[in-house]
């Protein structure tokens, strides 16, 4: 009896040591690349919601639809002109009720309106082609990457349970990609639907059905791009992912038709639910939609390896965001740590709803302002490049790693997400050639009793000059420890627009690369180190 009850104290003080020590081994194996996104990863999207959306007694959405958005603002360039090219994904969901202002049309080109019976409560809208050339006006003076997506319900007809049936009338759609040609403007891709996969949410349509009408767009793609230089993608169906549903729409679209499956994510659930903050805080939780990039992954992999993945929409919260978390700097750590996951399963494109409009905006509804995960996304995009590294990490699960080579120099990346809200990790950083693994082959953790010396990230590499060398680091921590703030603080300094309505820089701190680095309770870390020897980063 007395030897079973220390054998239970024993196993739960091992358990605690675990989950609570500082001292963390991380394993960077760069001698292959496991995955590769690509340049214009970090995407965000445009949407149709008129003021008049409204969720949970709020209606956050205001004057940023792409009707109605001021497109002359100096901060909506400024803030896409950061990212030099910056994919924007035009869509959402009435996209599927947006009908395009070209001279065939047939009726008046009018604005969207509250509808009883409409899909989502709205009524049919119009994208006139003056609103067009100056959305184009602003890409082209951005550097924008265009993904537009197309209305996929245009020529059929609800049936029952949701389901909508019938061929797909290409018309309208044709003669708007025919304007988009004639205009020279380059469209980098074009999505079919949006959110009628599997069972859809407003309206859903067979995959049978679906794979048809893209063998049919694909067709039209190229006869209309026949004489141009741009060659755009086609991807779809931008829903949310049921395995045998986009089997189905490989198989019987064929070799070569859909270049990108996209899917849609919001794994924190509905915008008014009060555990977001505890979901995002929780390394269990976030793990969850592992299995949704895996499995996609797999499908690609099995029934369609011409394709690749992306990530079409993903918002955390849906319904508009959450006015508590989603502007604030906790919503960083799901952002980007989402962004790590989906990157080691091969996805090229990762779109943040919103890049303005709703609770969950990069920019403020109102004043454009940028919010936290603004900052956070133009970080990675400037700092993790495409080619994605495995990792092997001890300690605890609270402490969440990603490795990227760096992006566009020599060298890694690492970004390090402390989850806790009381432990202040330090890591040591190793090579697979110089990392120690404890009996079986595994990194252990050291903790205090076994090596209370190692206080720091500490990048052991393989040059012998290391003590040296500087590393970059950025560290991202809410305005006066406060993990709800709207205000974000890059090593110490806030993060806020100049005068002049400009970007701030990003600076790092440049520090010796064997003095100690500490990550802090409900912090976010970049550290780059340029001399680490990564033979898949070459």
Known sequence: MILRLLLSILCFISGTLSEESPYVTIVVKGSDRVAE????????????????????????????????????????????????????????????????????LGHPCLPFSKMSGGLFGFSEGCLSMSRWDKLNLLF?????????????????????????????????????????????????????GNELSGSGVSARVSAEQYAKDLIGLKTLLRELYKNSRMRPLLVAPGGFFDQKWYTQLLQTSGRGVVNALTHHIYNLGPGDDYRIES????????????????????????????????????????????????????????????????????????CRQTLIGGNYGLLDTNTLTPNPDYYSALLWHRLMGKGVLSIDISGSSYLRAYAHCRKGKAGVTLLLINLSKSTKF?????DNLNAIPAEGGDIQTDNSFVHNLKIALSWMGRKAS???????????????????????????????????????????????????????????AFVVLPNFEAQACI
């Open 279 to 350: 979901k995002i805080l929780d390394p269990r939780y976030l793990s969850r939609i592992t299995d949704t990039f895996r499995n996609l992954q797999l499908t690609i992999e099995r029934h369609g390896p011409w394709s690749s993945a992306w990530v079409g929409e993903a918002g955390g919260a849906y319904n508009s965001g959450s006015r508590r978390v989603s502007n604030k700097f906790l919503d960083s750590f799901w952002y980007l740590d989402q962004l790590g996951m989906a990157s080691k399963y091969n996805t090229k494109a990762y």
């Open 140 to 192: 082209q003076r951005t550097g924008a990457i265009i993904t537009f997506g197309l209305n996929a319900l245009n020529g059929r007809h609800p049936a029952q349970n949701g389901m909508w049936v019938g061929n797909w009338n290409s018309t309208n759609a044709r003669d708007f990609i025919k304007y988009t040609i004639s205009r020279g403007y380059p469209v980098d891709s074009w999505e079919f």
């Open 426 to 430: 330090s890591v040591t950083v190793r």
């Open 37 to 104: 996104t690509d340049d214009s990863f970090v995407c965000a999207t445009l949407d149709w919601w008129p003021p008049q959306k409204c969720n949970y007694n709020q209606c956050p959405w205001g004057q940023s639809s792409l009707l109605n958005l001021d497109l002359t603002h100096p901060v909506l360039s400024n803030a896409i002109q950061a990212f030099e090219h910056l994919r924007i994904r035009i869509g959402g969901s009435l996209q599927d009720q947006v009908v395009y202002g070209v001279p065939t």
């Open 466 to 524: 290391y003590e040296s060398e500087s590393r970059e680091e950025y560290h991202l921590t809410g305005k006066g420890g406060d993990h709800l703030s709207r205000t974000v603080l890059l090593n110490g300094i806030p993060l806020e627009l100049t005068k002049d309505g400009e970007i701030p820089h990003l600076n790092p701190v440049y520090v010796p690369a064997s003095s100690p680095v500490h990550v802090a309770p409900l912090s976010i």
